[in-house]
């Protein structure tokens, strides 16, 4: 962006006549925004019957506590098959964290889950979303500039 400013960290409002289906009325982290590319996580679009007790389940990760039984979100168009996990930044997986902004991480690893499902130490808060939204170079600037 101009004068070097990213917007990591900020969200985004997709506005109602966006055009784009899968982004209308979305609500957008941006988790990571350079040179290079953005990336995203839409943190407002629950997928219908499907709860972070049911995914961890499904990918056999073992519970130790009562796990709320929140709804797993729809984070974005891209790779819906990955999860990602934005969490309080109590809870760090390493270099396999990403900080995001004061208090936020993002965490996309098997271990993450594992300590949502408290196997180790839980983060305090956490959503867990299936896909990201994606920009090349150039392309999220572009986009807000044409609104």
Request: glycine share 12%; with cysteine; proline share 7%.
């Amino acid at each position: 962006m101009e004068d070097g400013v990213f917007l990591s960290g900020q969200m985004l409002i997709a506005m109602p006549g966006i055009g784009d289906p899968r982004f209308e009325r979305a609500l957008v982290l941006i988790c990571a925004h350079d040179d290079s590319h953005a990336m995203g996580i839409a943190v407002n679009r629950p997928v219908e019957g499907l709860t972070v007790p049911d995914l961890l389940g499904r990918l056999d990760v073992k519970s130790t506590i009562e796990v709320p039984p929140d709804l797993v979100l729809l984070g974005g168009p891209v790779d819906r098959e990955r999860g990602f996990v934005l969490h309080t930044d109590d809870y760090s997986s390493g270099d396999n964290s990403l900080p995001i902004r004061e208090g936020v991480s993002l965490t996309a690893t098997r271990e993450v889950l594992e300590a949502m499902a408290g196997q180790n130490r839980p983060p305090r808060r956490s959503l867990l979303a299936l896909g990201y939204a994606g920009w090349g170079a150039g392309q999220l600037e572009r986009e807000i500039r044409e609104n």
